[in-house]
């Protein structure tokens, strides 16, 4: 008798928890499962412009020219600038993210609405337009940024768009400005979770702001910055319309190439279908591996009650 | 003013100011260039000046987007689509972020991974399948395939943030509701929901952002001119014989507006901190 109650119960709690999850799942699956099991198979294929319906499976190859064809700009060289890219933008957007929020999570400071609602501006204008704004702004002779530099500053113009390391250096600029502020939303909405008690708790024990920063705050705001900081890496490291529209496709010479410039350039310039493919297939290998590693150290997929 | 005030306080307070003023700044600046460039009589990129409202300024532009071009179309697609998948994000993140916070079920934990997986694929490889796959379910030119394909972009960050937010919330709340006489539904529905507004909100906002600005997925679905969204439309003023910046810069503004109003209409949710008080005692 009571057994059964229990497995109702259970079955009842089950329906629920089905109910929840499913129909979220059922949309994901059918738009990604599908596109992900194509690109596995041509990942294995020949396929290209030659090849491009007579293409066959050719096994590890297109893995194996990945590692080993010298192309230009060198695979290993945009590995490393790609990790470059998505570790300093990362740490930008989450530093003055989370640094805006708290500065606008202040009680005293008058005219926060506002604030709030300029401070987002970056993300709400269209990427299009603000990658080309900024492109004009880099621009050697016409560009606000190097008029600002002489005019005011006294400095010498610099050639933005010209060299590998400033372009590289522009793109990240133009990335930061239009990453921060969505990070800002997220931490803002973050900070609203911690009871106002925990502080003043702290207060009356006279604690630091240091210390209130780095034993309340932080500790609180984590569970919903985590899975912010792991997908914003995920999209930072596939990021292709920023670089590909300040440096105008890879300019100067495909030096300010990142991995998915590159698919980008293998699959849609040269119909490298199944290079580009494969390629696509050990970056989806890279983010995995971080994810699982940053997952499991952060404990993100555990509750927190 | 306060005389309780001491004078650490006001050097917070004064020294906050400086800071949000000078990011202010850093964040109105670019897009000032933007409403210069929209203000420009010819069809000028680039200018010596660093003056914002430029010689001859007109609004012909403005003008032009709604006699000379759909623009008003493109305003109600977008809009009609991105409420669609706002909604839709709201309702299934916020129902599954909950059970992924608060029960224990057989493959949980690969299930939240999953949703990690999906955004990790370069967009561009998934175009092709993508579009191959849409022709055989005949849901290209139709709002369903879009609002489909915005929804399950939108959904694995929307369901992660939901999650993490309501791991912040205590579960004794829903025992005292349960104890009250809610049934499990009315726990979230009543209790639960309300004190998540934050995280809703960021909800809404991601969601609308993914549609509203969205060229490439929108490029393969819509081909209809009269199906088309805001990107596509500011994107048609780009042509090899020149671009019409004047024209496209406007339509930036425009397209910046809404979203503006949107953020000032739902911020005061998120930043309403409900969980104070409510666990107290």
């Known amino acids: 008798m009571s057994s059964s109650i229990v497995a109702t119960h259970r079955l009842r709690h089950n329906v629920y928890v089905f109910a929840l999850v499913a129909p979220a799942f059922i949309v994901l699956i059918g738009v990604v499962i599908y596109p992900f099991i194509y690109n596995i198979i041509l990942s294995l294929s020949n396929m290209n412009l030659r090849h491009i319906r007579d293409w066959e499976i050719v096994g590890l190859k297109q893995y194996a020219k990945v590692f080993t064809e010298r192309t230009q700009p060198d695979f290993y060289v945009v590995f490393l600038k790609t990790v470059i890219w998505t570790v300093v933008n990362i740490f930008f957007h989450v530093v003055l993210g989370v640094f805006l929020a708290l500065v606008l999570n202040q009680k005293e400071i008058r005219g926060r609405a506002i604030f709030r609602t300029i401070l987002i501006l970056p993300w709400a204008v269209p990427q299009l337009i603000v990658a080309l704004t900024w492109r004009g702004m880099f621009n050697y002779e016409y560009g606000s940024i190097n008029l600002m530099l002489t005019r005011w500053f006294g400095l010498p113009s610099v050639e933005w768009l010209k060299s590998p390391t400033e372009a590289f250096i522009a793109v990240i600029i133009t990335n930061v400005w239009l990453g921060f502020p969505f990070m800002m939303v997220i931490a803002l909405g973050a900070l609203q979770s911690i009871p106002g008690e925990l502080y003043e708790a702290a207060n009356m024990d006279g604690a630091s702001w240091l210390y209130k920063l780095r034993n309340i705050t932080i500790p609180l705001i984590r569970p919903v910055m985590i899975p912010a900081i792991t997908l914003g890496t995920v999209w930072t490291f596939n990021n292709l319309n920023i670089v590909w529209l300040v440096s105008n496709a890879g300019e100067p010479s495909d030096s300010t190439h990142l991995m998915v410039s590159f698919v980008y350039k293998a699959a849609f310039n040269f119909y490298r279908y199944g290079y580009g493919a494969a390629l696509s297939m050990i970056i989806f290998f890279i983010l995995l591996f971080f994810s699982l590693v940053f997952m499991r150290r952060t404990r993100a997929t555990e509750s927190m009650y | ?281």
Not at chain 2, 2 to 30: C, E
Not at chain 2, 174 to 185: P, Y
Not at chain 2, 257 to 264: N, R, S
């Open chain 2, 1 to 281: 003013m306060g005389s309780n005030k001491n004078p650490r306080t006001i050097l917070r307070v004064v020294s906050s100011y400086v800071v949000l003023v000078l990011f202010a700044l850093v964040a109105l600046y670019p897009v000032s260039q933007i409403v210069t460039i929209s203000l420009r009589p010819a069809d000028r990129l680039l200018s010596t000046s660093l003056e914002i409202i430029p010689e001859n300024a007109t609004l012909d532009n403005y003008r032009a987007l709604f006699t000379q071009r759909p623009f008003s179309l493109w305003l109600f697609n977008s809009t009609f689509i991105s409420l669609i998948v706002t909604m839709t994000g709201v309702v299934l993140a916020s129902t599954a972020g909950y059970a992924f916070s608060r029960f224990s079920f057989i493959g949980k934990k690969f299930g939240l991974l999953s949703l990690l997986v999906t955004q990790m694929f370069p967009a561009t490889m998934l175009l092709l399948p993508m579009y191959i796959m849409l022709v055989k379910l005949h849901l290209i030119n139709s709002y369903l395939g879009i609002v489909i394909m915005y929804s399950a972009t939108a959904l694995p960050f929307c369901i992660w943030q939901m999650k993490g937010y309501y791991d912040t919330i205590p579960r004794s709340l829903e025992e005292a509701g349960r104890i009250d006489g809610c049934n499990q539904f009315q726990t979230f529905y009543k209790i639960i929901l309300p004190l998540a507004s934050p995280a809703l909100v960021i909800t809404a906002l991601f969601s609308f952002m993914s549609a509203w600005t969205e060229y490439v997925v929108a490029a393969q679905i819509l081909q209809d001119t009269q199906l088309w969204t805001l990107p596509l439309g500011l994107k048609s003023f780009e042509s090899n014989m020149g671009s019409e910046w004047g024209l496209y810069g406007a339509a930036s503004i425009l397209v910046t507006v809404p979203v503006v109003v949107l953020f000032l209409s739902l911020g005061r949710w998120l930043v309403s901190g409900l969980t104070l008080g409510s666990v107290k005692g």
